[in-house]
């Protein structure tokens, strides 16, 4: 049975390859050793856990009460700056950082350094699923802002060996010309800003498929994990493409493996759940359910039991690629707080663009109105009159309700760097 292993060690691939009893034996042990650390110091766990005798048994986590954002805001609300969810006194912390506030107002959260090596660690998985490694040249298309990013991918890069090449405070065409000139080898950015880079390099024609690019990662939408969306970024930078999954809140929990059929679970250092949103109970297989993540090596800023509003497909271990760490099919297939009903038939907009990418359309999005107290939703195209009405009959096929789409003229709508906003509410 796998025993304690210290994280700061680099990847441990044994363990992506153990038996689900080991695995959780090691989260319970890792688990027990987390909240032995910080409920002495961490006022919110303290006060939301009570008196809560160690160690505990998988029974009694299954009993703890979930931590929500709203909750973490409120705290920061009520003991500004930081709230109470920080372990340590404030000079501990080394790292900033920011949500980015796409479904409200943006959460502060600090790393110490710590932590910040797990962050680290954490995306060794990534790029060793991925086939990086230190030979690498690592291209960032990401502003280095407060908001996450990648930022702990640049981390980890530089731990790795491989050459980082940041991308911030240049505009797309410059990007462009950076990473053919430095002969970058890897991407990392949103699927949708690789596909913005993609229109960028044809419309000056930039030779982006003759580039040194082998393998693309990418994270902050579920675009990646869709067919579609990764075929068509391949296509353009002749190159393997992969999805990744974490939260500035959480860590670097999610990749893709080789197959790249959806995300892996880093289990050595996260445990999941998929529960029912509505009753919070755990998601028989093949359901769709909310993730819930608990970070393990974070004591600094732990979230434990986490709902992270993310939509899953709940699966049986195990994958092709040999790995047995939990596989969550298709990757994040929405947000709770996205769902659209549309006359009694659940829409979420990751499966809308799965059916729009696959025809000839620039960018599009999603206009949520409400007639007569009935949800409408219409889709904006930036393509011909023909495609938007083909794209119309095959969301009727697909999704067995009609939604009407209209095009709009090429480059009208709004690009994104980071997590695009294409669902405009308009009720």
Known sequence: MFTHLDWRSVHHPELECAGPEDIRARQLARLNELLAAILPQNEFYARTFGALALPISWDAFRRLPFTTKAELVADQD???????????????????????GTTGRPLVVLDTAESWEWWSECWQYVYAAAGVAGRDRIFFAFSFGPFIGFWSAH?????????????????????????????????????????????????????????????????????????AVRARIEEAFGARTFDHAGGTEIGAYGYACERREGLHVNEAEFIAEVVDPETGEPCAEGA????????????????????????????????????????????????????????????????????????????????????????????????????????????????????????????????????????????
């Open 78 to 100: 009520s003991a500004p700056p930081h709230g109470t969810i920080a372990t340590y006194p404030p000079e501990r912390y080394t790292i900033y950082h920011q949500t980015s």
């Open 288 to 427: 769709r359910g909310e993730l819930v993540i608990t970070n393990l090596g974070r004591a600094g800023w732990p979230v434990i039991r986490y709902r992270t509003g993310d939509v899953v497909v709940a699966a049986p271990r195990g994958c092709g690629c040999g790995r047995t760490f939990l596989m969550l099919p298709g990757g994040i297939v929405g947000r709770t707080d996205d769902l659209i009903i549309l006359r009694g038939v659940n829409v979420f907009p990751s499966a809308v663009e799965a059916i729009v990418r696959t025809f000839e359309v620039g960018e599009f999005r999603l206009v949520r109105t409400r007639r007569n107290a009935l949800e409408e939703l219409t889709v904006e195209l930036e393509a011909s009159d023909d495609v938007a009405q083909a794209v119309a009959r095959a969301l009727r096929e697909r999704l067995a309700v009609r939604i009407p789409t209209r095009a709009v003229p090429a480059g009208s709508l709004p690009r994104f760097e980071l997590k695009a906003r294409r669902l405009v509410d308009a009720r």
């Open 155 to 227: 981390e980890a890069a530089r731990r790795l060996g491989a050459l980082t090449i940041p991308g911030g405070g240049l505009d797309s065409r410059a990007r462009l010309r950076l990473l053919l000139d430095t002969e970058a080898t890897v991407l990392l950015c949103t699927p949708t800003y690789a596909l913005h880079l993609v229109e960028v390099a044809r419309a000056h024609n930039l030779p982006i498929r003759d580039s040194a690019v082998r393998v693309t990662i990418h994270a902050g939408e579920p675009g990646a994990s869709i067919s």
